[in-house]
């Protein structure tokens, strides 16, 4: 009886169907990541129902750029500088009788931008997100609504002339949900003003160059990257794949990261943390908050380690293509920190998003460098960060 038993039960744990066989199975599929390099970066934010991704990823860099550099840690204040963005785009479609796009996104230029021009301020100089307006994160579908009828009455309207006056309207709408711009406040026992608080950073605008790879213009020149959320028209260095991919894994290896801004509308992007390159690709939906929209209410699977072996070899040509269609889009800034390898020897980026401590990495995806190679747009970096030969050819040497 005893043997029958043993027997019985040594080939049920056979059978495909057995819970040891699914779970065996289910460990093979699952992938594993080891840490190669991953630089200091500040805690994971929660852009909520908003189009800040911009903002979150671009202080997000500034604020691992402070650590890098030794200055401590810092939580600048994503809604000085939305603040002051929206208000500069609302100029600029006004100016262009609505030709150049009012909305709720911007890029990594903002930043530096306002950092120049405007100075920065820490998150305690101004209201906490949402808090104006009974919320505990930013919820932008009524500012939002109410912001863009606005600026979209004058810019598009039949009207002869426009009085000066519209500027302190719409910055009253603003003031209501994101406080007051302050013109000095304390922080640590000492008066700043905007432009004191950024000088006393050490930061250098001057240090950072946006980065991307396309063939519509030349190799080692400067473009205008053709987004709508461009809207200040910032140039972009242009790099051959090679070199843009090399430039990417020296500025982690040697201590940097960097502001990433890329399509996440691809079915690769998964819900779980993890994101690769799958033969097809499928859209999310477009309700509730920025992670809603781009993976979905019910998560997308994650991808398995057999499946991850199979990603596609990227080329410049297919990333021009992608471009080229409307296949590859403005979707998300996020920031890459970090390198791991999975159980099988492949490498993946680490990134920080700005969608909560969501996933089983608390708001951390491990990207492929294939995912990074076809579907980056573009990339905010210290010059420095970039290797001394292909920064001779861009001229920064």
């Known amino acids: ?14 059978l495909p169907g057995s819970t040891v066989a699914q779970e065996k199975k289910a460990a093979a599929d699952t992938l594993a990541f080891t840490v190669v390099k991953a630089n200091p970066i500040t805690s994971v934010k929660d852009q909520n129902q908003s189009g800040t991704c911009w903002a979150y990823s671009s202080l997000g860099f500034l604020e691992a ?30 100016r262009t009788h609505g030709d150049a796009s009012f909305s709720q996104g911007g890029s990594f230029y903002d930043a530096i931008y306002c950092l120049k021009n405007y100075g920065i301020v820490p998150q305690d100089a101004m209201p906490a997100p949402g808090s104006l307006y009974g919320d505990s994160l930013f919820n932008f579908n ?3 609504a109410v912001a863009s009828a606005y600026v979209g009455a004058i810019a598009k309207g039949k009207i002869s002339k426009i009085s000066p006056v519209w500027r302190q309207d719409l910055s009253s709408i603003y003031e209501h949900y994101f406080g007051k711009l302050p013109e000095k406040f304390t922080y640590k026992g000492k008066e700043y003003t905007p432009k004191s608080f950024a000088e006393s950073l050490g930061l250098n605008p001057d240090d950072y160059v946006s980065l991307t790879s396309y063939t519509h213009h030349p190799f080692y020149s400067k473009f205008i990257l053709e987004i709508q959320d461009n809207w200040r028209w910032a140039e972009s260095y242009n790099l051959p794949l090679d070199e843009f991919m090399e430039v990417m894994d020296n500025a982690i290896r040697e201590g940097y990261t960097f502001a990433w801004g890329a399509d996440v509308s691809e079915r690769g992007f998964t819900g779980k943390g993890i994101a690769t390159v799958p033969a097809a690709g499928a859209k999310a939906g477009t309700q509730g908050s920025d992670a809603v929209r781009w993976i979905g209410t019910n ?17 410049q040509e ?3 293509a992608g471009y080229d269609s409307w296949q590859t889009t403005d979707d998300h800034g996020m920031v890459i920190y970090g390198l791991a390898k999975d159980q099988n020897g492949k490498e993946y980026f680490m990134m920080k998003n700005s969608w909560g ?10 990207v492929s460098k294939p995912y990074v190679a076809y579907k980056t747009m573009n990339i905010l970096i210290h010059k420095d960060a970039i290797p ?7 001229g920064l040497k």
């Open 357 to 366: 401590n969501i996933g089983p990495y608390k708001g951390m995806w491990y």
């Open 65 to 94: 750029e402070l650590l890098r550099m030794g200055k401590g840690e810092y939580d600048l204040c994503e809604s000085y500088l939305v603040y002051k963005t929206y208000m500069d785009r609302a100029d600029k479609s006004i």
């Open 142 to 144: 009524q500012l939002d």
């Open 318 to 320: 297919m990333r021009q």
């Open 1 to 14: 009886m005893k043997k029958y038993f043993l027997i019985a039960a040594a080939l049920t744990c056979l």
């Open 388 to 394: 001394t030969e292909i920064a001779k050819k861009l």
């Open 299 to 315: 998560e997308r699977n994650s991808v398995k380690a057999a499946d991850n072996q199979g990603e596609l070899t990227i080329t």
